[in-house]
C-alpha cells in the first residue's frame, strides 16, 4: 500500500506502453497508462506480457487479458483492469 510500482504493458508486438499499478488482486490487477496506450491495448483475448518494477530493482513479469477500460479525460490517463491468464 502507497508503494510506487511502475508497469510496462507490451502487446503482440515489443512496442511497450509504461504506467504506474494503482490496484493488485490474486486473479488481477488495475493499471494507470497514458492515452497513448490504447493502441497497444486492442481489444484482443490474446495474454499481453506485463512487467512491474518494484522500487528495490525486483522485476515481475506476467501475462494477462484486458477486462476493462476506463478513460479520465481530465487526467488524461486510461484505468485498466487486467485478469491474470
Keep these: 500500500m502507497g508503494m510506487v510500482v511502475s508497469a510496462t504493458v ?3 508486438g515489443e512496442e511497450g506502453a509504461q504506467g504506474e499499478l494503482r490496484d493488485l488482486s490474486q486473479e488481477g490487477c488495475q493499471l494507470e497508462l ?7 491495448l486492442t481489444e484482443t483475448s490474446e495474454p ?3 512487467v512491474f518494477a ?3 530493482g525486483t522485476q515481475f513479469e506476467v501475462h494477462a ?3 476493462h477500460q476506463k478513460t479520465d479525460a ?3 490517463l486510461l484505468r485498466v483492469g487486467f485478469r491474470f491468464a
Design 10 to 12: 507490451y502487446g503482440d
Design 34 to 40: 497514458p492515452l497513448a496506450a490504447s493502441g497497444v
Design 48 to 50: 499481453m506480457r506485463l
Design 54 to 56: 518494484f522500487p528495490d
Design 65 to 67: 487479458v484486458v477486462r
Design 74 to 76: 481530465e487526467r488524461h
